[in-house]
C-alpha cells in the first residue's frame, strides 16, 4: 500500500484527535516500518488494519466508521494533490465511472508498483451508479468513505446501498442513486 494512504491518515487523526494520539498509536502499534512513511513509500496493507483497529480502541468508534471518515478525509487530500483528475468531470458519477479506466491507468504511471481495488462499473441510469470493489485488502469501508467524498465534492446527494457479496469482504457491491 503506497505510503500516502499512511501520512493522510496519519495527519486526519493529528487533525480530529490531537498529535498525541499519533505518537501513542505509534508507539504501541509496533509496526514493521516503526510508523515511518514517506508518501511514495509501498508499505504492507496489514499495518494499516493496525493502526485503525487501536485507534478504534482508542477512541471508541468502530472501525468501519474510522474507515469511512478517512475516505471522506482521503478525497479531499486527493482534490489537493490531484486537481486535474477531479476537474475533467463535471459530475460526481462521471469521475467514479472513470476510476477503473482513467484515474487507475494514471496512478499507476505515477506509482507502478501501487495496489489499487479494481471496480467495476455500471450505470443502468443517469441516477443510478453500481460499483463492483474488488480487492484482497478488503478497505471497502474506505471505498464507501471515498464515494461520499465525491459525491460532497461535487454538491450532490444520493443513497448508498453497500453490500458483502464475499464474506471476507474483498468483493462489495456499491449501489449508489441519486436524489
Do not use: W
Not at 27 to 34: F, H, R
Not at 108 to 118: F, G, I, T, V
Not at 132 to 141: A, F, H, I, N, V
Amino acid at each position: 500500500m503506497k505510503g500516502i494512504v499512511f501520512t493522510e491518515f496519519l495527519e486526519m487523526i493529528e487533525d480530529k484527535f490531537g498529535y498525541a494520539l499519533v505518537d501513542q498509536l505509534l508507539d504501541e502499534s509496533d509496526l514493521p516500518s516503526g510508523g515511518i512513511y514517506t508518501a511514495i513509500g509501498t508499505y504492507d496493507h496489514a499495518e494499516m488494519g493496525t493502526l485503525v483497529r487501536i485507534l478504534s480502541e482508542k477512541t471508541n468508534i468502530a472501525e468501519a466508521d474510522l474507515l469511512r471518515s478517512y475516505g471522506q478525509y482521503m478525497f479531499s487530500a486527493f482534490t489537493r494533490s490531484y486537481r486535474p483528475f477531479v476537474d475533467r468531470a463535471s459530475s460526481a458519477f462521471e469521475l467514479l465511472n472513470s476510476v477503473q479506466h482513467y484515474i487507475h491507468v494514471e496512478v499507476r504511471k505515477l506509482y507502478p508498483d501501487a495496489e489499487l481495488p479494481h471496480f467495476t462499473i455500471d450505470q443502468p441510469s443517469s441516477n443510478h451508479l453500481r460499483m463492483l470493489y474488488t480487492s484482497e485488502r478488503k478497505l471497502s469501508d474506505f471505498a464507501h468513505g471515498l464515494i461520499e467524498g465525491c459525491l460532497a465534492n461535487f454538491g450532490e446527494t444520493a443513497t448508498i446501498v453497500k453490500t458483502n457479496l464475499v464474506e471476507d469482504g474483498s468483493q462489495v457491491l456499491f449501489d449508489i442513486v441519486k436524489v
